[in-house]
T-cell receptor, first 117, second 111 residues
């Protein structure tokens, strides 16, 4: 399968600061990347879909001005949590898709655990 | 995407087979049945998928009911490393569409 990495794997920040999370597809060109959020003991919730070179599409209830997504290249997408608050503490996971490699299978990153104090 | 129903949790003894059920009574003719699993503190990983016929791969087998309203993921010999949350997901368009996760089944494996 393909490899998707995320950086950092964990981050602790103060309330009010911004945090950037990187998602990279290491061995294929990801035309589409997805960002998910997962709270403890809950399932993954889709936040947004980003296609390379175009604006991200956000799910209902996700603030686009708070969660900035950039997908400027076929191997990198970034999620910036702006003015983070304790309620933004969560496990953020990206996944990458790019035919034909991932036509049937989607490849997920290992996740980034964000803790906002 | 159509909804799936899975038991919240299941338990298995190590080295025994595990059958994880999934109901999807509103499945459409073009929905593929996908299974992913998520190990603790990791991102999900693909397990298997199918449309109508049963499928086998190195990780598991997928048995699909003739009416496609249910399916079963079969782990032939559970190991401690198989302890994870298993998600059954219907997807009508493969490729660059997102996976929509339900609650999944938490599988515990007892040594």
């Amino acid at each position: 399968g393909a490899v998707v990495s995320q950086h950092p794997s964990w981050v602790i920040c103060k309330s009010g600061t911004s945090v950037k999370i990187e998602c990279r597809s290491l061995d294929f060109q990801a035309t589409t990347m997805f960002w998910y959020r997962q709270f403890p003991k809950q399932s993954l919730m889709l936040m947004a879909t980003s296609n390379e070179g175009s604006k991200a599409t956000y799910e209902q209830g996700v603030e686009k001005d708070k969660f900035l997504i950039n997908h400027a290249s076929l191997t990198l997408s970034t999620l910036t949590v702006t003015s983070a608050h304790p309620e933004d503490s969560s496990f953020y996971i990206c996944s990458a898709a790019g035919a034909p490699k991932s036509y049937n299978e989607q490849f997920f990153g290992p996740g980034t655990r964000l803790t906002v104090l | 995407d159509a909804k799936t129903t899975q038991p919240n949790s299941m338990e298995s003894n190590e080295e025994e087979p595990v059958h994880l059920p999934c109901n999807h009574s509103t499945i459409s003719g073009t929905d593929y049945i996908h299974w992913y699993r998520q190990l603790p503190s990791q991102g999900p990983e693909y397990v298997i998928h199918g449309l109508t016929s049963n499928v086998n791969n190195r990780m598991a087998s997928l048995a699909i009911a003739e009416d496609r309203k249910s399916s079963t993921l079969i782990l032939h010999r559970a190991t401690l490393r198989d302890a994870a949350v298993y998600y059954c997901i219907l997807r009508d368009h493969p490729g660059n569409t997102p996976l929509v996760f339900g609650k999944g089944t938490r599988l515990s494996v007892i040594a």
